[in-house]
């Protein structure tokens, strides 16, 4: 045995992006390679340890128009980026694929600026001001310059990702100049903060320091000339005036405020802080990101931006961010914060008065009891005005509607007031100019971050538990919480046991019972489901019968056996109840604990024979829809006869092609479903042609396994119905789903199987398709010859029988045959028989494959421009019909074609598009094409 050569030890590594995007081990820096390999180590070291989506990835490296490579040129980047960190010690840093994306795995510490927010972090939680001030210091000390990742990335990409930490940066400096201000530093501080106002001119903080460090110096007059440039810079800019706090000071200032010359003592006024406290919040960026902005926007008194309104599902986490997000916040609102839970949706009922809520907050204000009217008009008129010049945060947490919120909102524009609801409360949106935001669950890696972070970081080898536990709780912040008290309150509960009683859907909010009325999560949502109306009740419960992601309004309307405009506005009902989400227009999703909370009502609420007729409605409504789209994508299918379809079953079947691929795009999953979920009703007479209808989707789709599964549920269906038709219909198609996949061993027993049962029924059509798709099984075989013959017998029985769309596509099938077997000018005439026919049949598909036979036959003639034009017609038909499959089989000719006609560049274009089209499927050519890909190749 040969020992392996002793290897030299690996370098950890720092990344940089406070200002060019470089990394570094202590032996020197690593070649990241061009522009675009900088920005991806930019985009996932922002993001350290999270996944990145490609879809972001490409949005932020194309952001006006990606080419059609982009996805590639992601991957190219990514490899690049493995092998510049070769050198790096794996455990150090690594570029990682992660689900539809990649990440950086590093230490947080190892970024720059990641390193820069941890400090800043610190800093905000730290109360004395000489250790908040080395923190800072240190913090800015990582900054070379003003301008981050600064030669990675175009301006506009570089704003949308800098832009936190650039703000960041400047509220750090302007902290700082704080602590120095109060250290009696101020004429030390004349230069820096003359420089920094120059660079900043509409940032209110900075004036106003500059403004006291000179009226400390003796310089009063310049610092007015400071506001006055100021006011004058914000009216030119924006329309605004000054804030209050420097309207104040510019009167402190003209007065002589003695209060200036010293360091502020206690505040003279109380200073209320009543957010609650909060356990630590997970992911949120956006959210956090915008209500930052909101911040920033009281500070400049702009009107109509100082009301959010964050609303989502029960239990989604509004209170865990509006609270959290409040105590980090809390140095922008100096006068305080003020919070009150105005029970909204208690299950008691007993929603808060806003008088009596307006009561406690002058209270708090230090307003003196014996000068609170009793006049709720009257008391809210006073707590306006005793706020009118403060800067305060106002947090409302779980309002039941507007009419709740609207006593409790300041009138000064120099507060904010976040507002959590299930409500969308769009009238505030809409009178008040609130800000909505919507939040949704967290992300799968954002969720285990918060279950491990609650249960102390379980090894890896209980990995898969975690993402159970998580895909159990549907990503649900309040869910995950209880289901993590649950197990370390039970004396740390193994992961195993916490996960079996998660499993069961039957028990799954049992499991997440915390216990008490807030944690009890049917409990929590029992407040929602309550509230609603009757039919909006039905329409709910209904929907846990529903076996897809998501349900699109006709499907809706069909369960619950209701007009769809009436439907419609229940689901609108549902939505603002944020029972169901409306995440595309017109299709609505439930989560997997609300679906959970309302099968559990349904089965106390409506009888089986209720259930079961509402997954009857729905089948027929799938049925109705899915053939006369199926026969859209394959004209040549000969239809099946339907069940009527029933008076209260809403049905909108596509009219064109592209409508048709559309919507089975986004109905295929829920079709299936609902086939299988049908068998299982015992309605098996839907089972089989609902599964049925899928098959042209699938076969242009590459969705072989799909394809095998359907047509399995529907062959066990015919069976059981006794239906040789059907039968043979579902063993097609699972052999389909075999020979595309390359199982042709497994797809010839059943396609002779189908064969037989269609030739003792008589059935034609069956029988040449089958016929043609065992001759390309021979093909796959290599028997070219015994192909032709299956090929030309099928072609015979569609003749005997005036079969006409089956003779055309069958003399396509006999050309290809006689040009595998060299005989190239027999075949360009089959084909040419073929196109004539065509033009009296609408087959597309039919088309494409007769024009990609030629291409082959006019390519071994020597004929290649008259070749590669065939493959291009080709190409267009299955562009248009969407069948990536044959796409790429035909792209890839085309570039051997392109090769051999001396254009490689052209070539290697054609192959890069036939590997995106083959990874796209998960197919295995795309190994071949990769090969053709390299540099190296023999092409």
Request: hydrophobic letters at 45%; proline letters at 6%; one cysteine or more.
């Amino acid at each position: 045995m040969r020992s392996r050569p002793i290897e030299p030890p690996l370098e950890p590594v720092r990344v940089c992006l406070l200002g060019a995007v470089s990394a570094h081990t202590p032996q020197g820096p690593l070649h990241l390679g061009p522009r675009q390999q900088r920005l991806l180590l930019a985009i996932l070291a922002l993001e350290a340890n999270r996944q990145v989506s490609v879809d972001r990835i490409v949005d932020l490296m194309w952001p006006a128009a990606p080419p059609r490579t982009a996805r590639h040129a992601v991957r190219v980047c990514a490899s690049g980026l493995r092998t510049a960190f070769a050198p790096v010690r794996a455990a150090d840093a690594a570029i990682i694929g992660v689900g539809g994306g990649y990440a950086l795995r590093i230490d947080p510490m190892a970024v720059d600026a990641q390193c820069f927010r941890a400090l800043l972090g610190e800093a905000d939680t730290e109360t004395s001001d000489q250790r908040r001030l080395t923190l800072l210091d240190q913090a800015l000390a990582l900054w070379p310059g003003t301008t981050p990742l600064a030669d990675a990335a175009p301006p506009d990409v570089r704003d949308r990702l800098s832009a936190g930490l650039t703000e960041a940066r400047l509220r750090a400096v302007e902290d700082r100049f704080d602590i120095r201000l109060r250290f009696g530093q101020h004429a030390r501080l004349l230069d820096e903060l003359a420089d920094a106002c120059a660079s900043h001119p509409a940032r209110e903080r900075l004036a106003g320091q500059l403004m006291l460090a000179m009226y400390r110096c003796g310089r009063g007059a310049e610092g007015l000339a400071v506001y006055h440039r100021l006011r004058d810079h914000l009216a030119e800019q924006f329309g605004l005036d000054p804030g209050p706090a420097l309207r104040g000071l510019e009167r402190q200032i003209l007065q002589q405020d003695p209060a200036l010359e010293r360091h502020p003592g206690p505040r003279r006024r109380p200073v209320p802080a009543q957010l609650p406290a909060m356990a630590g919040l997970v992911g949120r960026e956006p959210e956090l990101a915008q209500l930052d902005a909101l911040a920033r926007a009281t500070q400049r008194d702009a009107p109509g931006t100082s009301i959010a309104v964050i609303t989502g599902t029960a239990g989604v986490g509004k209170t865990a961010l509006a609270v959290r997000w409040g105590h980090t916040a809390a140095a922008r609102f100096p006068d305080g914060q003020l919070h009150v839970n105005l029970r909204g949706f208690d299950p008691s009922g007993a929603a808060l008065d806003p008088a009596a809520v307006l009561r406690a907050f002058l209270n708090a204000l230090g307003v003196p009891a014996q000068q609170i009217p009793s006049d709720p008009d009257e008391r809210a008129a006073v707590y306006r005005s005793t706020i009118a010049d403060r800067r305060l945060l106002v947090v409302l947490d779980n309002a039941r509607h507007a009419e709740q919120v609207r006593p409790l909102l300041p009138g000064a524009p120099s507060c904010l007031t976040v507002v959590t609801s299930r409500d969308p409360l769009r009238s505030l949106v809409a009178i008040e100019g609130a800000t909505p935001l919507v939040l949704d669950r967290l992300t799968a890696e954002q969720s285990r971050e918060l279950l491990t972070s609650r249960i102390g970081g379980p090894p890896q080898a209980t990995e898969p538990l975690i993402d159970e536990i998580v895909d159990r709780c549907a990503r649900l912040p309040l869910a995950l919480a209880v289901a993590a008290a649950r197990i370390t309150t039970r004396r740390h509960l193994p992961l195993a046991e916490a996960t079996a009683e998660l499993r069961d859907a039957s028990t799954v909010l049992d499991a997440l019972d915390g216990g008490d009325p807030v944690t009890d999560l049917r409990a929590v949502l029992s407040w929602s489901y309550l509230a609603l109306g009757r039919d909006a009740a039905r329409l709910f419960r209904l929907l846990a019968t529903h076996p897809g992601a998501d349900v699109q309004e006709p499907a809706a309307a069909s369960l619950a056996g209701l007009p769809a405009a009436h439907t419609r506005s229940l689901l609108a009902e549902l939505a603002s109840a944020h029972l169901v989400t409306e995440h595309a227009a017109g299709r609505y999703m439930l989560h997997d604990l609300l679906k959970a909370y309302a099968a559990e009502q349904s089965q106390t609420t409506d009888s089986a024979e209720d259930r079961r007729a509402a997954m009857l409605r729905l089948a027929d409504h799938y049925l109705h829809t899915a053939h006369p789209a199926a026969l859209l994508l394959d004209p040549l299918q000969v239809p099946i006869t339907l069940p009527a379809r029933r008076d209260d079953v809403v049905a909108e079947p596509p009219g064109q092609v592209d409508a048709a691929l559309a919507w089975f795009h986004t109905e295929h999953e829920a079709l299936s479903a609902t086939s299988a979920r049908a068998a299982a009703l015992g309605l098996d007479e839907h089972a089989w042609r609902l599964a049925w209808t899928l098959t042209p989707y699938l076969l242009r789709q590459g969705h072989w396994q799909a394809l095998r599964a359907a047509g399995q549920v529907a062959a066990d269906a015919a069976r059981r119905l006794g239906d040789r038709g059907a039968l043979a219909r579902s063993l097609h198609s699972i052999g389909m789903g075999y020979a595309r996949s390359g199982q042709h061993g497994e797809a010839g027993p059943l396609l002779r199987q189908a064969l037989d049962l269609f030739t003792s029924s008589g059935d034609v059509p069956g029988q040449t398709i089958v016929l043609e798709d065992l001759a390309w099984g021979a093909e796959a075989d290599g028997d070219a010859q015994r192909g032709l013959a299956l090929a030309e017998q099928a072609l015979a029985i569609a003749e005997t029988a005036s079969h006409t769309t089956g003779v055309a596509r069958l003399h396509n099938a006999v050309g290809w045959f006689h040009t595998l077997l060299g005989r190239h000018a027999d075949a360009v005439n089959h084909c040419e028989q073929a196109l004539a026919m065509f033009q009296q049949v609408d087959d597309p598909a039919a088309v494409a494959a007769t024009w990609d036979t030629l291409g082959h036959a006019h390519r071994h003639l020597g004929d290649h421009e008259r070749a590669a034009r065939c493959y291009r017609d080709a190409i267009g038909f299955y562009q248009t019909l969407g069948d990536l499959y044959n796409e790429a089989a035909t792209l890839a000719e085309l570039g051997h074609v392109l090769h051999e006609s001396g254009r490689p560049d052209h070539a290697r274009q054609a192959w890069r598009e036939a590997y995106e089209r083959y990874e796209q499927l998960g197919h295995p050519d795309a190994r071949q094409i990769a090969d053709l890909l390299q540099p190296a190749a023999g092409h």
